[in-house]
């Protein structure tokens, strides 16, 4: 298993005009898809047909600690969907990715966000 220090970000719903002014929340995305295809070339993860991905997502400053506690490695059932933060990673990690057979991914509150590649070799019992 391999943890990467990244917040999370889903893909957004883009337009034409989205390569010329410059939304927020796309070039955010953008920004996202470099820092995230770089660490996975220095980590040096090699994804192929299958994905496995587990998203932790950061909980807000405002919660008191008692929510904070109670929510902790719980499942996140929130905005952002899970199947854009999936496209997110697939946009960043493959040019084509028609080839990946299989996903498994969730999404699950923690105090820092960061997202873990599990790979084939580390799924025995993983996921029964």
């Known amino acids: 298993m391999l943890n990467i220090k990244i917040i999370p970000v889903s893909k957004?719903?883009?337009?034409?005009?989205d390569t010329w002014k410059k939304r927020p929340c796309v070039t955010r995305y953008w920004a996202y898809k470099d820092e995230l295809n770089e660490k996975i070339k220095e980590l040096d993860i090699k994804?192929?047909?299958e994905l496995f991905l587990e998203f932790y997502m950061p909980m807000p400053k405002s919660w008191s600690k008692k929510k904070k506690l109670d929510l902790l490695n719980k499942p996140h059932q929130q905005k952002p969907d899970i199947d854009n933060l999936v496209k997110g990673v697939m946009d960043a990690i493959f040019k084509e990715d028609s080839h990946v057979h299989t996903i498994y991914a969730k999404k699950i509150w923690s105090n820092e966000a960061s997202m873990t590649f599990i790979s084939g070799k580390n799924l025995v019992g993983y996921l029964s």
Do not use: N
Request: net charge positive; charged share 35%; proline share 11%.
């Open 12 to 17: 957004p719903r883009m337009t034409r005009a």
């Open 47 to 49: 994804v192929q047909d």
